[in-house]
């Protein structure tokens, strides 16, 4: 259990549609990340959200963007979908330790499997 | 020049054996080095992390770090089925950015 959820777990969209994926995370895990992984391929970094502010991005288009919330959910959007942007999307938070400093260590969710057609 | 490099396999090792993964990377600050396990259709676990050159040992798991020489391995003794997957190397950047080498896949036959 990493205290890291995600939903949906699997989607289909068309391409040029619009998709919404959504993330919960622990009580005071205040970094999220979300991580794009092609089919054969390792993780890829996408962005990084701290205290609600984006503090990082991977080389990924504007239009893959994100919110933070203050209840520490998270969301990942991305639009005009390409056949591409098929892929497991994981988001992941850095553990905290018993007093609260981070630990460095990233936990994933189980993931959203998007499927474009 | 990619970030993280690992062989991709397959690697297939008997049941009992000691499974050897290897990773480079490409970025001589980098401090922090994780593995990971990901069994197929799931996400991600961590298994081990390491941050001092020299061997981490956790169960039947060791981590070893060499930063002078870039390499980080890890080793599986006494391997079972229940080992295989795909296992992915990551090194974390001072913002807190993961890179991961696209993973070895390991089979464990019985």
């Known amino acids: 259990e990493t205290g890291v959820t995600q939903s949906p777990t699997h989607l289909i969209k068309t391409r040029g549609q619009q998709v919404t994926l959504r993330c919960s995370s622990q009580s005071g895990h205040n970094t999220v990340s979300w991580y794009q992984q092609a089919l054969g391929q390792g993780p890829q970094f996408i962005f990084q959200y701290y205290r609600e502010e984006e503090n990082g991005r991977g080389n990924f288009p504007p239009r893959f963007s994100g919110l933070q919330f203050p209840n520490y959910s998270s969301e990942l959007n991305v639009n005009a979908l390409e056949l591409d942007d098929s892929a497991l999307y994981l988001c992941?938070?850095?553990?905290?330790?018993?007093?609260?400093?981070?630990?460095?260590?990233?936990?994933f969710g189980e993931g959203s499997r998007l499927t474009v057609l | 020049q990619k970030e993280v490099e690992q062989n991709s396999g397959p690697l297939s090792v008997p049941e009992g054996a000691i499974a050897s993964l290897n990773c480079t990377y490409s970025d001589r600050v980098s401090q922090s080095f994780f593995w990971y396990r990901q069994y197929s259709g799931k996400s991600p676990e961590l298994i081990m992390s390491?941050?001092?050159?020299g061997d981490k040992e956790d169960g039947r798991f060791t981590a070893q770090l060499n930063k002078a020489s870039q390499y980080v391995s890890l080793l599986i003794r006494d391997s079972q089925p229940s080992d295989s997957a795909t296992y992915l190397c990551?090194?974390?950047?001072?913002?807190?950015?993961?890179?991961f080498g696209t993973g070895t896949s390991l089979t464990v036959i019985p």
């Open positions: 390491i941050y001092s050159n």
């Open positions: 992941a938070s850095i553990a905290k330790s018993g007093r609260g400093a981070n630990t460095g260590e990233l936990f």
């Open positions: 990551a090194v974390r950047n001072t913002g807190n950015q993961f890179y």
